[in-house]
């Protein structure tokens, strides 16, 4: 009878294993119910459901390399001086000792720059990367190198899972899964 709720609450008490089959059912039924990328102005440690849209945004506490510190780090931030409205205000504001390189690659491949970016494909979030990268002024030899896949959907839907924390992937084992997919 509550399915939103019902829903926040499994995610929340998933075990990693279960998480992705959640992830599945959750977009197979006809409920209203959504489960959308961390945001970072919605987002917190736990998942987080909006009634009023029936989405159910991703914790940023199962972002691989985010920890506790990082999370903290943002959302103090986020409460005392309100919603970030783009890339460089974040990153003009966050306490960057806490909230380092990794982590905003994790944030960004994860999907939590989306919304402020205007990010409408998958694919949209290398050019926040090298936005960020400009701005941070990170050294070409100290960028994430990204695959000549980068082209593909598959590719940024890969790399939004792994940094979500959905599991690890082999990676070439993909590419062939994906190969003899196309060739069939």
């Known amino acids: 009878h509550y399915p939103l ?3 926040t609450t499994s995610f929340e008490w998933a075990k990693d294993e279960e998480t992705s089959r959640f992830v599945s059912e959750v977009s197979k039924l ?15 440690p736990k998942f987080t459901s ?12 199962k972002i691989k390399f985010v920890g506790d510190g990082a999370t903290e780090a943002i959302l103090t931030e986020r409460d005392e001086n309100g919603e970030f409205f783009s890339l460089e205000e974040f990153y003009d504001r966050i306490n ?17 720059f989306d919304e402020l970016e205007n990010v409408v494909d998958i694919r949209g979030r290398e050019e926040v990367i090298n936005k960020y990268y400009e701005m ?3 050294k070409d030899k100290d960028r994430k190198e990204f695959s000549s896949d980068k082209k593909y959907q598959w590719y940024w839907t890969l790399l939004q899972k792994q940094a979500s924390g959905l599991g690890h992937f082999d990676y070439e084992h993909l590419i062939v899964q994906t190969d003899l997919k196309y060739m069939v």
């Open 5 to 7: 709720e019902f829903w």
């Open 30 to 44: 006809d409920n209203g119910v959504s489960i959308v990328p961390p945001d970072i102005n919605q987002s917190f």
């Open 136 to 138: 941070h002024k990170v």
């Open 96 to 112: 960057t000792t806490k909230v380092n390189k990794r982590i905003v690659e994790n944030l960004i491949i994860s999907g939590c």
């Open 50 to 61: 909006n009634p009023d849209t029936g989405k159910i945004y991703w914790s940023m506490g």
